[in-house]
């Protein structure tokens, strides 16, 4: 099985400030990493898919980057929309794993 | 578009069997490449990937729990079963059913269910 490492596992950020969160794969995982943004009580939404792609009608201060096996989502000027949680997943092989989630607290 | 949706029981006790039927509209099972799964997560805690079902019936478990899950799809009335036996309080969860798309990303997600487990 992979294991992905995400960190940090929470965060506090103030709106207008840029926010990193990684995730280390624990084997070469080739882009295949997507992000996804959860809000309490609902599903989550993918933001980006092959580590860098954004899903459309995503903004455009969400963006990926990264190869092998480190991955970083990154949020410029965090708005008040973006308090939530983000999870990594990589989708290389089956079984399909997760990141243990950050969760982004407002300042 | 892609919608999916999860049906069934709210509560279940202690060693009975959970059945959850996802309906979907938007695709066909029947494309190259295309797979329903499934992904829980318990209050407040991580996501955890059960099962997917793919366009041409091959199955995948997650390891931990293959002993426990089924997955069966129902093409012509784009359903997709899964089954999870000997439930237990530790399997309260919200359970999602998800698409998987040729490339193999999972990108949408139905509304999700929450599962309880007591007696």
């Known amino acids: 099985d992979i294991q992905m490492t995400q960190s940090p596992s929470s965060l506090s950020a103030s709106v207008g400030d840029r926010v990193t969160i990684t995730c280390r794969a624990s084997q070469g995982i080739s882009n295949s990493l997507a992000w996804y943004q959860q809000k309490p009580g609902k599903a989550p939404k993918l933001l980006l898919y092959a580590a860098s792609s954004l899903e459309s009608g995503v903004p455009s201060r969400f963006s990926g980057s990264g190869s092998g096996t480190d991955y970083t989502l990154t949020i410029s000027n965090l708005q008040p929309e973006d308090f939530a949680a983000y999870w990594c997943q990589q989708y290389y092989s089956t079984p399909l794993t997760f990141g243990g989630g950050t969760k982004v607290e407002i300042k | 578009q892609i919608t999916l949706k999860e049906s069934g029981p709210t509560l279940v006790k202690p060693t009975q069997t959970l059945t959850l039927t996802c309906t979907f509209s938007?695709?066909?099972?029947?494309?190259?490449?295309?797979?329903v799964g499934w992904i829980r997560q318990p209050p407040g805690k991580a996501l955890e990937w059960l099962a997917l079902i793919y366009w041409d019936d091959v199955k995948r478990y997650s390891p931990s729990l293959k002993s426990r899950l089924t997955i069966t799809k129902d093409t012509s009335k784009n359903l997709v079963v899964l089954t999870m036996t000997n439930m237990d309080p530790v399997d309260t969860a919200t359970y999602y059913c998800?698409?998987?798309?040729?490339?193999?990303?999972?990108?949408?997600w139905g509304q999700g269910t929450l599962v309880t487990v007591s007696s």
């Open positions: 998800v698409h998987r798309a040729a490339t193999a990303l999972i990108d949408y």
């Open positions: 938007g695709f066909s099972l029947s494309t190259n490449g295309a797979g």
